[in-house]
């Protein structure tokens, strides 16, 4: 049976918000394949018993205080964005009319 | 005296002889790279004005700052303040960097002079430094050849003598193997010890910057400059940091059994057995032992880093920074910048890692790699128990043709076998050169356990000299 199918690819081309024309299709449907079919071995191992790693063991993971701190003036943030109007990062129309 | 040749510790000498000034060295650099830059392409972007600028206020800074003069290049996914940091990729093709990233703050106040953004496969993403976005970076010793992936830019930038250090990323092996393929030494520290504050995320829990250096003792000293804890990084490493010291004692080497059914070219089985006679004639005592889970290293080392970077580059949408195609719904604005901003390999890694990620897949791959990452992991600190390093080639293969793997991309993948388990687990490791075959350079990879670099340095060394390998033979 086959891992990968045109439905799977059009659901998470959708999610991560990417867009493949008909031929690109084509040609990564059985790539992506070939790269899960190699990657299955893994299932020959038993990890019932094993509790999943996420992160190098060395130290637990931190936050830091919760804090006011500047980072940025708002005229780095002008430069880096793509729109920047009255202080705002400028998006299309997101909220109906 | 060729002054291109010369080591940091050579070269910091230099300064304080006062036989040369940083802005005459500097120039020397700067006449290699216009001569040699257009066959190898190592670099992006190239800061003369800001580097000779910097060389010119060193005349009034303390000569014996640590790295006096030093004159670096930098991978481009590390944000160096003003300069472009585009990730080989379309999608930063115009960001210029607001702020310096730890290591760049570390560097800049130790003296050193930043030359340039280094060549890098688009977000790190491959083996060959042939995913640039922008153009294709030549191995110095063959220019037909790839230079390895993905700091492919910052390893052939130092093999060609265009500077004397340089710095990358590692997540699955991105430092050293294009250190083996380019004849340098390419050190992964401990994951934790370098900030990644300031390095453009791909594989959160496997990235870790590395350094490039012509010699061991020049990349460990590099280390000990830049490391230190870090508040703005939630995995830095909050202990106490120390010079990186050889290790003062008797050193097991473990030879991995499961390794030995790798398929693996004849000329560097060969100069691995050179290396353990080597270690063996210095009286160190080598013993095989075994890590059972390490095949399936390479299945879940790309799952896991698929995954992670597939929600790491979700932050590329076209809002804040970054390219935007200006269109009339969010939706569609979203997916048409990543449509263009994005390339090929990069658009599958993150479609293989949302797939891994999704509801109703997630316990079969991502889940499950996760614990067998656990299983890689505990192997490995078995394995530490009976000795103290491990070593063997850094890749299977010597340095490939230009398109002999782009096509393939589970051949690609296949380039990093050797040297994603350290990722997985999260241990120091160094690519060291150990050899020459036709006419390609064949790197030996040593790894130690969590925070016993020392270990790996004293080794390294004693393979290193000898060897003595011949350096710039380009």
């Known amino acids: 049976m086959k891992i990968i199918d045109k439905d799977i690819v ?47 063991p060395i130290q637990k993971l931190f936050l830091r205080e919760d804090s006011i701190e500047k980072y940025f003036d708002r005229e780095v943030l002008e430069k880096i964005s793509p729109i920047f109007e009255n202080g705002f990062v400028k998006v299309p129309k997101i909220v109906g009319d | 005296m060729n002054f291109l040749r010369m080591t940091i510790k050579e070269t910091l000498k230099l300064y304080r002889e006062k036989k040369i000034s940083p802005e005459e060295l500097l120039n020397l650099y700067i006449n290699r790279i216009k001569d040699k830059e257009k066959d190898i392409d190592a670099f992006l972007y190239i800061d003369y004005e800001g580097a000779l600028k910097k060389a010119k206020e060193l005349e009034k800074e303390d000569v ?42 570390k560097l800049k106040d130790a003296g050193a002079i930043i030359i340039g953004k280094t060549n890098m496969d688009e977000f790190a993403m491959g083996s060959s430094t042939e995913n640039s976005a922008f153009k294709i970076t030549k191995n110095p010793w ?58 453009v995320a791909f594989g959160s829990s496997l990235d870790q910057i590395g350094i490039f250096g012509k010699s061991v003792e020049d990349s460990f000293y590099v280390f000990d400059l830049i490391k230190g804890y870090d508040p703005k990084d939630s995995t830095s490493l909050n202990v106490i940091y120390e010079k990186t010291k050889q290790f003062d004692g008797k050193l097991k080497v473990g030879l991995i059994k499961e390794i030995g059914k790798y398929k693996i070219d004849e000329e560097i089985e060969k100069n ?50 970054g390219l935007r195609v200006k269109e009339d719904s969010l939706k569609k604005m979203y997916t048409e910048t990543r449509k263009m901003g994005f390339g090929k390999e990069v658009k599958r890694r993150i479609l293989l890692g949302t797939y891994a990620l999704s509801s109703g897949y997630y316990e079969q791959w991502y889940l499950k790699s996760s614990k067998v990452r656990k299983m890689i992991t505990d192997d490995f600190q078995n394995a530490f128990k009976k000795v103290d390093v491990l070593i063997f080639p850094t890749s299977p293969f010597l340095p490939f043709k230009i398109g002999e793997r782009i096509k393939d991309p589970l051949q690609m993948y296949l380039s990093d076998v050797m040297t994603i388990p350290i990722n997985l687990v999260g241990i120091p490791a160094i690519s060291i ?42």
């Open chain 2, 64 to 105: 014996n700052l640590p790295l006096y003069g030093i004159i670096f290049a930098i991978k481009d996914n590390i944000l160096v303040k003003n300069l472009p940091n585009t990730c080989g990729s379309k999608i930063l093709e115009n960001f210029i960097s607001p702020y310096d990233a730890f290591v760049i703050e």
């Open chain 2, 142 to 199: 063959d220019l037909s050849r790839v230079p390895g992936g993905s700091s492919g830019g910052s390893a052939a930038s130092i093999a060609s003598n265009m500077v004397i250090s340089s710095l990358g990323s590692d997540t699955g092996g991105s430092v050293r193997q294009p250190a083996s393929f380019c004849g340098v030494v390419g050190l992964k520290p401990t994951y934790g010890t370098l900030s990644r504050y300031g390095l």
């Open chain 1, 10 to 56: 059009e659901k998470i081309l959708n999610l991560s918000r990417l867009y493949l024309k008909d031929e690109e299709k084509d040609e990564i449907i059985p790539q992506l394949e070939e790269i899960l079919t190699y990657f299955k071995s893994i299932e020959e191992l038993d990890t019932s018993n094993v509790e999943p790693m996420f992160h190098p």
């Open chain 2, 272 to 321: 691995f057995l050179l290396c353990i006679d080597i270690l063996r004639k210095n009286n160190i005592e080598i013993k095989e032992i075994s890590i059972p889970t390490i095949p399936y290293s390479l299945s879940i080392y790309y799952i896991i880093a698929f995954s992670e970077a597939s929600s790491n580059l979700a932050r590329f949408d076209g809002v804040r920074y």
């Open chain 2, 433 to 474: 050169p150990t050899g020459v075959a036709n006419n390609l350079p064949i790197g030996m990879q040593l790894c130690s356990n969590y925070l016993e670099e020392g270990k790996i340095y004293k080794i390294a060394s004693l393979i290193e000299k000898e060897i003595n390998f011949i350096r710039n033979l380009i």
